[in-house]
């Protein structure tokens, strides 16, 4: 099987498993015409922001609900995250959520909600894309995986750069699409300061991503440090920035530690 029926394959299997589950899109008007709205032949709905206040409402509650103090502004949704790009988003009927996100709606039953969404900003940077913000509400293993793989094959991405704690559980979930290489520390800072780290993956090889998202991609690790080492970790990060080539390899935390391949 091809790599591109392989993913086709995959998305197909994990929409069955969540019928209901339809996968749309958020954003500017003006950018329907630069995405594909068929990624791995999966239909995407694309929902001007300026006629779908509603929605981009409901994502504003969700996001900051999900991330509480560091949740998104509206301005920010605007002006940084609707206007230059676009949200991939799974809606699904409000009782498909966890129970905790459908109090916060306040919506009944049979009403659309969004049951996981990504957002990844453009860059100056052809083909690269910054990830911003990953949340599920969907019960059930691979959600969150497959939000941020659509929506970044819809957004035609080569590449990603992203920003992570190493303690955080959703550093399995960016390992799901394959290796993540060790970039550095974060431009100007951050709120959780030492234990955070900028990584990059490379989604242009669809071998290798049909083969991470169905966890057939085994590389071993040469190093394997605690999530609480933090000047352990800080050293890691002091060698990528000089230069060496480090991956957190899938499922990238196991135990609580990192697994990082070196070379």
Same mark, same amino acid.
């Given at each position: 099987?091809?790599?591109?029926?392989?993913?086709?394959?995959?998305?197909?299997?994990?929409?069955?498993?969540?019928? &209901?589950?339809?996968?749309?899109?958020?954003?500017?008007?003006?950018?329907?015409?630069?995405?594909?709205?068929?990624?791995?032949?999966?239909?995407?709905?694309?929902?001007?922001?300026?006629?779908?206040?509603?929605?981009?409402?409901?994502?504003?509650?969700?996001?900051?609900?999900?991330?509480?103090?560091?949740?998104?502004?509206?301005?920010?949704?605007?002006?940084?995250?609707?206007?230059?790009?676009? +949200?991939?988003?799974?809606?699904?009927?409000?009782?498909? /959520?966890?129970?905790?996100?459908?109090?916060?709606?306040? /919506?009944?039953?049979?009403?659309?909600? +969004?049951?996981?969404?990504?957002?990844?900003?453009?860059?100056?940077?052809?083909?690269?894309? +910054?990830?911003?913000?990953?949340?599920?509400? /969907?019960?059930?293993?691979?959600?969150?995986?497959?939000?941020?793989?659509?929506?970044?094959?819809?957004?035609?991405?080569?590449?990603?750069?992203?920003?992570?704690?190493?303690?955080?559980?959703?550093?399995?979930?960016?390992?799901?699409?394959?290796?993540?290489?060790?970039?550095?520390?974060?431009?100007?800072?951050?709120?959780?300061?030492?234990?955070?780290?900028?990584?990059?993956?490379?989604?242009?090889?669809?071998?290798?991503?049909?083969?991470?998202?169905?966890?057939?991609?085994?590389?071993?690790?040469?190093?394997?440090?605690?999530?609480?080492?933090?000047?352990?970790?800080?050293? /890691?990060?002091?060698?990528?920035?000089? &230069?060496?080539?480090?991956?957190?390899?899938?499922?990238?935390?196991?135990?609580?530690?990192?697994?990082?391949?070196? &070379?």
């Amino acid at each position: 099987m091809s790599d591109a029926r392989s993913l086709t394959r995959q998305a197909e299997d994990f929409f069955s498993r969540h019928p &209901g589950v339809s996968l749309m899109a958020l954003g500017s008007g003006e950018h329907v015409e630069s995405l594909d709205l068929a990624p791995f032949g999966m239909p995407v709905r694309y929902l001007p922001a300026e006629r779908n206040l509603e929605l981009a409402a409901q994502y504003l509650v969700l996001n900051q609900f999900a991330f509480g103090g560091i949740g998104v502004p509206r301005w920010v949704l605007s002006d940084l995250y609707l206007l230059p790009g676009a +949200i991939g988003l799974l809606r699904c009927p409000a009782r498909m /959520l966890e129970p905790r996100a459908r109090e916060r709606l306040g /919506l009944a039953d049979e009403d659309l909600a +969004i049951g996981a969404a990504y957002y990844a900003a453009p860059s100056l940077t052809p083909g690269l894309f +910054i990830g911003v913000s990953l949340m599920s509400f /969907l019960p059930g293993g691979g959600v969150g995986a497959w939000v941020k793989l659509l929506t970044l094959r819809m957004l035609r991405a080569k590449r990603l750069r992203g920003v992570a704690q190493w303690d955080n559980p959703s550093v399995r979930v960016h390992a799901r699409l394959g290796p993540l290489r060790l970039v550095g520390r974060v431009p100007g800072g951050h709120e959780y300061g030492e234990r955070t780290f900028v990584y990059e993956t490379d989604v242009s090889d669809d071998a290798r991503v049909a083969a991470a998202m169905e966890r057939r991609l085994t590389l071993e690790p040469t190093l394997r440090v605690a999530v609480t080492d933090l000047p352990a970790l800080g050293g /890691l990060l002091d060698r990528a920035d000089a &230069g060496e080539v480090l991956h957190l390899v899938p499922p990238g935390v196991e135990a609580g530690h990192v697994l990082v391949r070196e &070379g």
